[in-house]
């Protein structure tokens, strides 16, 4: 697999295609789709109004309308059956967004995020029900649908005295940040988990910290969590973001390769997406953070006993079998 697709040019050549033509060809379609909106390249603006555009005028990619139709009939991407369960959020208006990926994809991660809140003596609820929070839509340029998911969620949060939202996964994160504060006389305090983690330490030798496209912000605070991790990024872009697992499973996988090139044994990243990817083409050397800081206080009972170094053990118990979940990940158009 070639990176031709990756070619930041095809983003300013569907831009502008579908801005004077009115039309886009399957292959336009095709590179159009085949990026990640990591913005390295600074064209992902210019990418995310030619999907637009092109949605706008119903020429609508074959992964997308899987997506957008498994959230209007299930309430997450996946077709996963099943309600996340809750009760609202906490007597603070505190909630745990739990998200579609890892509620449904990477529950470890999920376990491992409401042990730490919990041992750190967090409190918060959970909503009852929980709906996607539409970022993939807009990642897709579906607007119009993820408007109308927006606008429900905001509805049922303001209903539920929602002041604080926590997430685990960094597009969730964006999207209460990017698409609901400020919006309709909402304006919760969002924080990604890793904010809530100042104080706890697990030693980090010999990782290599892959930060998500969506929080790379919050790169400076998980190096505090992780001394001795080499400090730079596996990777610009992990490959999974903006539904390019969907819509090209090779594309995905090459660009995840990237990670491990130069010699990178093992990477630790803080986002379900990035771990998904990563994982798939190097099963057992990738680590979620959280999973790992939450075997630490299972091994040593307490946070406060400083770095602990990362044992084989932990690694293992946080693998998961990546193929398997990918199988939800690739409705259609995988290759």
């Known amino acids: 697999m070639n990176d031709k697709n990756c070619n930041p040019l095809n983003s300013v050549y569907c831009n502008l295609k579908v801005k004077l033509a009115g039309s886009l060809s399957e292959r336009d379609l095709d590179n159009l789709y085949s990026c990640t909106l990591c913005n390295e390249c600074h064209t992902a603006g210019l990418n995310r109004g030619a999907r637009e ?36 959020p906490d007597a603070g208006g505190t909630i745990l967004f739990r998200g579609c990926t890892p509620s449904y994809k990477t529950p470890e991660i999920l376990a491992a995020v409401e042990s730490l809140l919990t041992r750190k003596g967090i409190r918060y609820g959970l909503m009852d029900d929980e709906p996607c929070c ?46 609901y504060k400020g919006k309709d006389g909402f304006d919760p305090e969002v924080l990604l988990a890793v904010d809530l983690l100042d104080g706890i330490r697990v030693a980090g030798e010999g990782f290599v910290v892959q930060d998500p496209c969506h929080a790379k912000e919050k790169g400076e605070a998980v190096r505090r969590i992780l001394p001795g991790a080499v400090n730079k990024s596996a990777s610009p872009c992990c490959g999974a973001g903006a539904g390019l697992m969907s819509h090209d499973r090779l594309l995905a996988e090459a660009k995840a390769k990237k990670a491990f090139n130069g010699g990178t044994a093992k990477v630790v990243t803080y986002c379900p997406f990035c771990y998904l990817n990563l994982s798939s083409v190097k099963p057992g050397e990738v680590a979620d953070l959280y999973v790992m800081l939450d075997r630490q206080g299972e091994n ?20 998961v079998p990546i193929r398997e979940k990918l199988a939800g990940i690739l409705p259609i158009g995988s290759r």
């Open 134 to 179: 539409g970022n993939i839509l807009f990642n897709l340029g579906d607007r119009a649908c993820g408007s109308e998911v927006v606008a429900r969620n905001i509805a049922r949060f303001k209903e539920a005295g929602v002041k604080r939202i926590i997430t685990l996964c960094p597009g969730c994160y964006a999207a209460f940040n990017r698409y």
């Open 53 to 88: 555009i092109a949605v706008s005028k119903d020429m609508i990619a074959p992964h997308l309308g899987a997506i957008a139709g498994n959230i209007r009939r299930h309430g997450n991407p996946y077709c996963a059956a099943g309600a996340r369960k809750g009760k609202g």
């Open 300 to 319: 040593h009972g307490s946070y406060d006993a400083g770095s602990v170094a990362v044992k084989p053990r932990m690694m293992a118990e946080a693998r």
